[in-house]
T-cell receptor, first 112, second 113 residues
Framework: GEDVEQSLFLSVREGDSSVINCTYT??????LYWYKQEPGAGLQLLTY?????DMKQDQRLTVLLNKKDKHLSLRIADTQTGDSAIYFC????????????FGRGTQLTVWP | DVKVTQSSRYLVKRTGEKVFLECVQD?????MFWYRQDPGLGLRLIYF???????EKGDIPEGYSVSREKKERFSLILESASTNQTSMYLC????????????FGPGTRLLVL
């Protein structure tokens, strides 16, 4: 089964907040990541959170980490049409030679 | 800024051809990765390399091989391309152990006819 899970689709209205959720099973992570992929492009690092943090804020982005529930979320405030993209969460794990484990991605569609 | 480049954005090949996808990074990163991305399946790791001439299989290595002769370059080889290898191929690099943030290239969209 999936080790890192995300819902596949999310639609919001322009100006609303978007919340993209991610759950994971392996608790050995030291870092958890959010990547953004625009159509036809590679993945772009959006933000990351160290596992000893509960929250990280970066302008319109807020990352929340609930280690007890193994739940990571990305909140985008005042969502714009330019935020339409696929968002991937990813985690590292101990002793895996630098490998990251990705969810399947959430397609965010922002309606004007 | 880290720059990861891939040799082609779009590639069209015929079934049975040998295909080379090239990836170059300019930040002296130890680790390099090859993924394929298909709709609904997300990213799947094909192979990765943690040092020159070192490689590790990912989750779907069948039908692929890799080469890392120089630190900055990581090649993905399709020995005999098949139609089910039509996909988007993404290369990434990272500094090394304990610094696993990956930086991605723009991708190569491969069509095998």
């Amino acid at each position: 089964g999936e080790d890192v899970e995300q819902s596949l689709f999310l639609s919001v209205r322009e100006g609303d907040s978007s919340v993209i959720n991610c759950t994971y099973t392996d608790s050995s992570s030291t870092y958890l990541y959010w990547y953004k992929q625009e159509p036809g492009a590679g993945l772009q690092l959006l933000t990351y959170i160290f596992s000893n943090m509960d929250m990280k804020q970066d302008q319109r982005l807020t990352v929340l980490l609930n280690k007890k529930d193994k739940h990571l979320s990305l909140r985008i405030a005042d969502t714009q049409t330019g935020d339409s993209a696929i968002y991937f969460c990813a985690q590292n794990r101990g002793s895996t030679l630098g490998r990251l484990y990705f969810g399947r991605g959430t397609q965010l569609t922002v309606w004007p | 800024d880290v720059k990861v480049t891939q040799s082609s954005r779009y590639l069209v090949k015929r079934t049975g051809e040998k295909v080379f996808l090239e990836c170059v990074q300019d930040m002296d990163h130890e680790n390099m990765f090859w993924y394929r991305q298909d709709p609904g399946l997300g990213l799947r790791l094909i192979y990765f390399s943690y040092d020159v001439k070192m490689k590790e299989k990912g989750d779907i290595p069948e039908g692929y091989s890799v080469s890392r002769e120089k630190k900055e370059r990581f090649s993905l080889i399709l020995e005999s391309a098949s139609t089910n290898q039509t996909s988007m191929y993404l290369c990434a690099s990272s500094r090394g152990p304990a610094q696993e943030t990956q930086y991605f290239g723009p991708g190569t969209r491969l069509l095998v006819l």
